[in-house]
């Protein structure tokens, strides 16, 4: 099928002819949306804030948030429209989606260890991290995943999908311990290792960290652990890993999505200053101040 053909046929996710059907294209619009005004909102406001800019935790929430609003950008034509985003469908977004979605989850990573270097060594890390490292160790991973885009684009489909499950298969499995084993142990340095500082506001500060990234981690995995076991599975039994019609009507597919709007949230929630810039420079709450 070639792309005119592709495109003259493309509509709904479902076709609109039951109040069912209505309300799941509805979600798929607002989930979009959604994904890009948190996102946004949290970028604006670490943009706004020079003293959030500052701390290089915060370079890693403006790189989740920036593929985060790709994701709901992407997800206005990938689970709004009927659309299939595979190797060989016409319809496919020629790996950009599932890229933005893989580029928080190595933001997330990176953050983990980030804090974990943070907390467990922080002269060393005062003296190696320094913004401009920070900013390159971000910049490596969008490199790299556009560079997987790449490939994936310019190399014969057969090529592809081996190269992609090799390196999906590799790559997830051990980046999921890993991400398992730095959440146990940043537990266990804020619950005891912290414990024996002396009472401090960077002790406090650094606990609230850690625990944030903790949680953000957590939800990470829940929302996407369901999608990489049956991506895993689908690839080594060699059958379809489109169990549904689109990407709009896979739950597993809209849970790991929801993730994009779990994660901003969390830092909101978790983390004092950002509140705080979000609410008074960006949604301009009058009455914020009162209640903080």
Known sequence: MNISESSAGLGPLLPLTSFENVLLFLFSIVLATA?????????IAIVMNRSLRNENRFMYMLSTCLSDIGTGVSYYYAGVMDVRDYY???TRTYYIALTFLGLSYMAILAA?????HAVSAP???????????????????????????????????GVAKSVTFLAAFVSNIFSIIIMIGLNLRLFVIAKFQLEREPPSEERDNKRASIYLIIIVAVCFLIAWLPLFLHVIACNFTGTSCYPFR??????????????????????IRGCAPL??????????I???????
Do not use: H
Request: a positive charge; aromatic letters at 14%; proline letters at 5%.
């Open 35 to 43: 994904i890009i005004f948190i996102n946004a909102s949290v970028f």
């Open 88 to 90: 060989d469908s016409p």
């Open 112 to 116: 983990q260890s980030d804090r974990y």
């Open 123 to 157: 002269f060393k890390y005062s003296q190696r991290m320094t913004r401009n490292r920070t900013l390159l160790i971000i910049l490596a991973y969008w490199v790299y995943g556009f560079l997987i885009v790449a490939v994936n684009n310019l190399v014969p489909m």
């Open 246 to 267: 689109n990407e709009g009507t896979d739950p597993l597919r809209i849970l790991a999505r929801l993730n994009a709007i779990i994660t901003p949230s969390l830092y």
């Open 275 to 284: 509140r705080s810039s979000v609410m008074t420079k960006v949604w301009r």
């Open 286 to 292: 009058p009455c914020y101040k009162s209640k903080g």
